[in-house]
């Protein structure tokens, strides 16, 4: 059973890095367009 649950917060784990490394990227190009909107 302790098996089972780790290995469910580990795949948790990995989705949730996956999707902040998603929303990062998607921060960093909104930056990028207002900065070279700005030039």
Known sequence: M???F???L???TCI???VRA???S???NRI????NGKK
Do not use: N
Not at 32 to 35: A, P, Q
């Open 16 to 18: 949730a890095t996956v």
């Open 2 to 4: 302790k098996a089972y």
């Open 22 to 24: 998603q929303q990062m």
């Open 26 to 28: 998607e921060l960093e």
């Open 10 to 12: 580990t795949l948790f």
């Open 32 to 35: 990028d367009s207002l900065l």
């Open 6 to 8: 780790i290995a469910i």
